[in-house]
């Protein structure tokens, strides 16, 4: 018999574990090195807005793309009321694939690195946008991305001060906790968006609340200050106030899915926007001018998730994570699919576990198999 191709299959536990036997630090590197090379890559993309499926509690989508040798999506979700059913708001799992079989290459959790990848993209944006020697970043919404940013943005901007908001006086306890032992690092609780905002360059928005929120207003932001908005992700779910955006440098991902989904969907279609890989790309300034308000209003886009599927590919690999499933059957005769699930029933039944699913199938079926 040929060997059959196999899928590597990584649960949630076994990209953790890859993650921290690399190091959090170098992931996160890593991972901002091949969000950023695929950014550069832009034009070669065959892109599309996510595909969007809305209840009154939350969002669950399906975010594709290809480069044209391999292709990739994510599923995730957003429910920010998850947390009373002991879930997170969101959750994820992706799959790459080569273009020139279709096989399925990887399928693994992408809840953790969603986070990672976010803060990889967070910190890429706010290094190019910013004021050169910012280090003090506000960070409104102490959730499950915020301990990913604040490291993101320690390590690739030297992000030294982070004071902390959040409505939920536990969720900022629990990201003091986490952080208490990165060297080199202090995070103050805030008493209230206000005193959080105090000194910062910086501001990063993560809340969740499926309503048009006002989590900063206009007059609250002084000049030369970076605000990377990524709560705001949905239509009829945004962070800031518009009249703000109207005075800003805004920066988005893809601009046909950011507004539909981000905080431009607040302004008529012809408000202008820059897309990130023209920033990284150099072909234009982060900011004109050090006293501009600049926004990097980010919804997350599947060019991230292809970097991060491509990353952990290849991580695992060399690091022999994950194991090998086989996610899709491919019969020794390829067209002789009939066969093959006579055979797979036959190695069951061989094996003595395969009466129920037997008698199941054929009941189910209407049909007797031979
Ligand atoms: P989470 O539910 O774990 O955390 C959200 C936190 O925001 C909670 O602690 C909540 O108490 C707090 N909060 C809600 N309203 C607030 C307010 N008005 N002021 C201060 N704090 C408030 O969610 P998460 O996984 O950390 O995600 C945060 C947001 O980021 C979500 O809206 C999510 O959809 C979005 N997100 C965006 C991207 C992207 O690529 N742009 C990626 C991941 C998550």
């Given at each position: 018999?040929?060997?059959v191709p196999m899928t590597r299959f990584l649960d949630a536990t076994d990209v953790a574990m890859l993650v921290r036997r690399i190091g959090l630090g170098t992931a996160l590197q890593q991972?901002?090195?091949?969000?950023?090379q695929d950014f550069l890559r832009w034009p070669r993309f065959e892109k599309a807005a996510r595909v969007a499926s809305h209840s009154p509690v939350g969002v669950i989508e399906l975010m594709p793309v290809?480069?044209?040798?391999?292709?990739?999506?994510?599923?995730v979700n957003g429910h920010p009321h998850n947390a009373m059913a002991a879930m997170p708001t969101v959750m994820a799992f992706g799959v790459l694939a080569e273009v020139c079989t279709g096989f399925p290459l990887l399928l693994?959790?992408?809840?953790?690195?969603?986070?990672l990848r976010t803060a990889a993209t967070s910190a890429l944006a706010a290094r190019a946008m910013a004021v050169p020697g910012a280090d003090t970043m506000a960070l409104i919404g102490n959730g499950a991305q915020a301990e990913f940013q604040v490291l993101a943005f320690?390590?690739?901007?030297?992000?030294?001060?982070?004071?902390?908001?959040d409505v939920d006086g536990g969720a900022t306890a629990r990201l003091r906790r986490n952080l208490a032992h990165v060297p080199g690092l202090t995070v103050t609780a805030a008493t209230s968006i206000d005193d959080a905002l105090q000194g910062a360059q910086?501001?990063?928005t993560a809340t969740a609340d499926k309503t048009r929120a006002t989590v900063l207003r206009d007059g609250q932001i002084g000049a030369g200050v970076h605000i990377n908005a990524l709560?705001?992700?949905c239509p009829g779910k945004t962070e800031l106030d518009a009249a703000l955006l109207r005075r800003a440098r805004v920066v988005v991902e893809y601009e046909p899915q950011t507004r539909i989904e981000g905080e431009i969907q607040q302004l008529p279609p012809a408000f202008p926007v820059i897309e990130l890989w023209r920033i990284l790309a150099q072909e234009q300034p982060g900011r004109l001018d050090a006293a501009d308000v600049t926004v990097f209003d980010s919804v997350g886009f599947a060019l991230e998730d292809?970097?991060?599927?491509?990353?952990?590919h290849a991580a695992a690999c060399e690091h022999h994570a994950g194991r090998h499933v086989e996610l899709v059957a491919i019969p020794e005769a390829p067209a002789d699919l009939y066969g093959w699930m006579l055979q797979a029933e036959q190695g069951e039944a061989e094996g003595g576990q395969a009466q129920g699913l037997l008698a199941a199938g054929k009941a189910g079926l209407g049909m007797a198999v031979a």
């Open positions: 018999m040929k060997a991972l901002a090195s091949c969000v950023r290809t480069d044209g040798a391999q292709y990739a999506f994510k599923y693994a959790d992408l809840t953790l690195l969603t986070a320690l390590q690739m901007l030297g992000v030294r001060h982070v004071r902390a908001f910086l501001i990063t709560g705001g992700d292809y970097a991060a599927l491509r990353w952990l």
